[in-house]
């Protein structure tokens, strides 16, 4: 078992890795008035603890403004009061609504993140971006809002489908190669270790995810424009990969894509060093992540263009400058547009 706390404006959160989730949350809920587990309808049987278990449904669809009211009105119906817990059980859906509705019912209870697949362990459970999809639009409605605690149980994985599984390596490589050599190197070092998932050398590796992410989550917690933009590496194409596909191809896959894309750009762009995109391929290959995918690269440009993190004619890109470094360039979103064309089309 390992532990850390990071810091942010809720005061400190701390992260247990590798341990039994009942016993974990049996020590925590004692000091709260009441507490209400909102659950992932598909793991409801897998979840042992004293407080009342309430099946949400995941995915999409499930990470709505109708799921955040009824989380909101059965706990009101449960007599939860401002001292009382909300435990979010399940993947990177189930934690952003049940820390939304947290966050809103009587104007913020704790909550904590019990994360069970791999990229909500390695990424949504820890942060505190919260929300649900509306209108047609991912996370449109939201807030940063940290949990209390986040509690890493092991044992979840055993049932993940082996895409699902895979799926959180693409952030893992993204935070070696953006912030962490040592990570990579240990990833691509073990890579049959973890995909047989031998506990050991999951629980290093994902302290240290969680441990780089929090870093970065400490010193930007709000998401401004500043550390926090790294977490965004290979997201600036993925996202657009994801938007051009409706969503067909998995996240993991699109941002690994997006990782090579805006690699090969930046070493065009004289920031990236010139073997930075053959070692992503490299170590994403070992977790299957690197199946071409079939896509127009004009309209991939399109949704690259409506990228949030647009200002105007210049668009924010994390670049790699050294394997475990990168910095925020300005590029000018034409430029841009132009460099992925001309870098990825062969890729895609
Ligand atoms: N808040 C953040 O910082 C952040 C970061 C990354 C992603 N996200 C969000 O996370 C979501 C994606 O998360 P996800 O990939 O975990 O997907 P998910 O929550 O949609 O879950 C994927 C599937 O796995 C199933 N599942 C969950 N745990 C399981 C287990 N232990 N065994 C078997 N099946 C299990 C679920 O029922 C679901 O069908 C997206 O909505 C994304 O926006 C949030």
Redesign the pocket.
């Known amino acids: 078992m390992r532990e850390f706390t990071y810091r942010s404006r809720d005061g400190d959160v701390k992260v247990l890795i590798n341990i039994n989730h009942g016993e974990a949350l049996e020590r925590i809920t004692k000091d709260y008035t009441g507490c209400a587990a909102y659950v ?1 309808r ?2 409801v049987n897998r979840v042992k603890i004293a407080c009342p278990v309430i099946p949400i449904v ?3 669809e499930g ?1 709505s403004i109708e799921t955040a009211l009824s989380i909101v009105r059965s706990a009101h119906e449960m007599g939860i009061d401002r001292d009382g817990l909300f435990i979010g059980i ?7 609504v049940v820390g939304f509705s947290a966050s809103i019912y009587l104007r913020g209870v704790d909550y904590v993140n019990v994360p ?2 791999m ?2 362990m390695v ?2 459970s820890i ?1 505190g ?2 929300g649900v999809n509306a209108l047609g639009l ?2 449109v409605i939201g807030v940063i809002r940290q949990p209390r605690y986040v509690i890493i149980d092991l044992s ?2 055993d ?3 082996m895409p ?1 599984y895979i ?1 959180g390596f693409a952030e893992v490589i993204k935070y070696g190669v953006t912030m962490d050599r040592e990570l990579l190197d240990l990833v691509m070092g073990s890579a049959d270790r973890l995909l047989n998932r031998d506990y050991a050398i999951l629980e290093e590796v994902i302290h240290r995810s969680l441990r780089d992410k929090a870093n970065v989550v400490e010193v930007d917690e709000l998401d401004r424009g500043g550390s926090r933009a790294v977490l965004n590496y290979g997201h600036t194409v993925g996202h657009a990969i994801e938007a051009v596909t409706s969503f067909s191809i998995s ?1 993991g896959k699109a941002v690994a894509l997006g990782m090579v894309c805006e690699a090969r750009v930046g070493v065009r762009l004289g920031y990236t060093p010139k073997d930075v995109p053959d070692l992503l391929i490299r170590a994403l290959s070992m977790f299957n992540l690197t199946s071409r995918v079939s896509v127009d690269v004009d309209r991939l440009v399109n949704a690259m263009l409506r990228d949030k993190k647009r200002s105007g004619d210049f668009i924010r890109l994390p670049v790699v400058t050294d394997v475990g470094r990168w910095d925020l360039v300005r590029v000018r979103v034409k430029d841009l547009a132009d460099l992925v064309i001309s870098e990825c089309r062969s890729m895609l």
């Not at 399940?90 to 952003?96: A, E, M, T, Y």
């Open positions: 992932s598909n793991i995941d995915g999409e990470k399940g993947g990177g859906s189930v934690l952003d069970t697949t990229l909500s990424d949504a942060g971006k919260t991912k996370n979840f994985l049932s993940l489908p699902n799926d996240h």
